[in-house]
């Protein structure tokens, strides 16, 4: 850990702790064509209703995430928003994240692992009032025993915490930070930073906890993409370059710190500006081509994916021919 980053003094770091994030996407910007409301049919074959089609205005860590993984997958979720059925681990992670967030409420000494686990029934019932898809988890469990287990498996994380840091020792100047700058190009950064924490000094550490497993060295790079992304908010927010990115790894009990500086936080713009660039020609061009990996079997969109014999749905936006869309750069839309 970095010395004297135990207590905060200072103030935010970034401004919009009381914005609403986008939950929906990326889109949520003026559109540059948008199409009335509509029907989608989902992996399921349940029908949903689709809100008015807008082109991205800005990126996130998951979503830049999703199009590095597969553009179609991209287009499914920001686009399409075709609906997701509730994962059990992604659920649990929320609720976990939570727990972690309430905790710093009460006083310093009372931060104690007996009390993270006490508000975890309370916090499950306030995510299943706020989500009511969340109980089709446990539908089928009647008798509550693999509710039982997951609710066990959430105090396992949460405990685990508190062998990785010590709550008592800390004073978050944010926690669950909407954060969102605006690049001179014009692109739009937007993320949610689990905690952060400002020595008296005024250095800035970004910490975000991982209710899994730590990966393996050779792929630790890209899990530091998202905290040098939020980095990169900070730095163009505020003019400060964070002194420590940490990622707290409840599932394995690691911790994986990155000190980074100004020449990171560049390359990253730059990928950034390369990302947005392909997704700015898959918009006008309709071409949102699927990536085949070991991800697939997880995915929910199979029912629509060319690779698995299925069709996604008609393109709701207009499309261009691929040498005059070329020939426009920059924004596609303001926000």
């Given amino acids: 850990m970095v010395c004297g980053m135990e207590?905060?003094?200072?103030g935010p770091v970034a401004d919009g702790g009381a914005s609403a994030p986008v939950t929906v996407g990326d889109g949520g910007g003026a559109a540059a064509s948008s199409v009335p409301e509509a029907a989608v049919v989902g992996s399921d074959g349940a029908v949903?209703?689709?809100?008015?089609?807008?082109?991205?205005s800005g990126l996130s860590p998951s979503r830049a995430g999703d199009f590095m993984q597969c553009p179609l997958l991209y287009r499914f979720r920001v686009i399409d928003r075709l609906p997701e059925k509730p994962s059990e681990a992604a659920t649990r992670g929320t609720l976990v994240h939570a727990v972690l967030e309430r905790?710093?409420?009460?006083?310093?000494?009372?931060?104690t692992a007996p009390r993270a686990r006490s508000l975890i029934p309370a916090q499950w019932e306030r995510l299943r009032e706020a989500r009511p898809e969340l109980t089709e988890l446990f539908a089928d469990d009647p008798e509550g025993e693999r509710l039982a287990r997951w609710l066990a498996e959430a105090e396992q994380l949460v405990e685990r915490w508190f062998t990785l840091e010590d709550p008592t020792r800390l004073e978050p100047a944010e926690r669950e930070l909407f954060v969102e700058a605006e690049l001179e190009s014009g692109l739009r950064l937007r993320g949610i930073i689990d905690r952060v924490d400002v020595a008296p000094t005024g250095e800035v550490r970004i910490v975000d906890y991982k209710t899994g497993k730590a990966p393996r060295p050779e792929y630790a790079e890209d899990a530091l993409f998202q905290m040098k992304f939020y980095a990169l908010v900070v730095w163009r927010l505020k003019g400060i370059v964070p002194r420590r990115l940490q990622l707290v790894y409840l599932g394995s009990g690691d911790v994986l710190t990155y000190d980074p500086v100004v020449a990171d936080l560049q390359r990253v713009e730059r990928k950034l500006h390369a990302l947005w660039e392909a997704?700015?020609?898959?918009?006008e061009t309709g071409?949102?081509?699927p990536r085949p990996t070991k991800l697939c079997g997880w995915c929910d969109h199979q029912a629509h994916c060319p690779e698995f014999g299925g069709t996604p749905p008609p393109y709701p936006l207009p499309v261009r021919a691929a040498e005059s869309a070329g020939r426009e750069q920059g924004r596609m839309g303001p926000d």
């Avoid at 905790?103 to 931060?111: G, I, K, M, V």
């Avoid at 997704?279 to 918009?283: E, K, S």
């Fill in 48 to 56: 949903a209703p689709r809100a008015v089609v807008a082109a991205p």
């Fill in 7 to 10: 207590t905060s003094s200072e």
């Fill in 279 to 283: 997704i700015r020609r898959a918009t």
């Fill in 287 to 289: 071409d949102w081509r």
């Fill in 103 to 111: 905790l710093f409420d009460a006083p310093a000494a009372e931060r």
